[in-house]
């Protein structure tokens, strides 16, 4: 069984930035591809960037050039960095692998 543990999430100013972390309990955590989901009130859970396990990243079009995803295999983690907030991104953040989802984190763009 997998854990996947998100922190980071909080209340920003427009403009601001945060730094999400997702550890992941598994022991083989290098192999596998992960991902960053949110869901806004009212919609769809929606991806917004995934790594491979090569390191290789892609990005919804709403957060390219502003958010970067990366990975750190000796801590297993994965960290989305996420500059230039604007209000449209208030949502839950998730993370996941496969079938594994975290609790998710809130963060939450206003002035």
């Known amino acids: 069984q997998v854990q996947l543990v998100e922190s980071g999430g909080g209340l920003v100013e427009p403009g601001g930035s945060l730094l999400l972390s997702c550890v992941d309990s598994?022991?083989?955590?290098?192999?596998?591809?992960h991902e960053w989901y949110r869901q806004a009130p009212g919609k769809q859970r929606e991806l917004v960037a995934h790594?491979?396990?090569?390191?290789?990243?892609n990005y919804a079009d709403s957060v390219k050039g502003r958010f970067t995803i990366s990975r750190d295999n000796a801590r297993n983690t994965i960290y989305l960095q996420m500059n230039s907030l604007k209000p449209e991104d208030t949502a839950v953040y998730y993370c996941?692998?496969?079938?594994?989802w975290g609790q998710g984190t809130q963060v939450t763009v206003s002035s």
């Open positions: 996941n692998e496969g079938r594994y």
């Open positions: 598994g022991n083989i955590f290098s192999i596998f591809d």
């Open positions: 790594i491979s396990s090569r390191g290789e990243t």
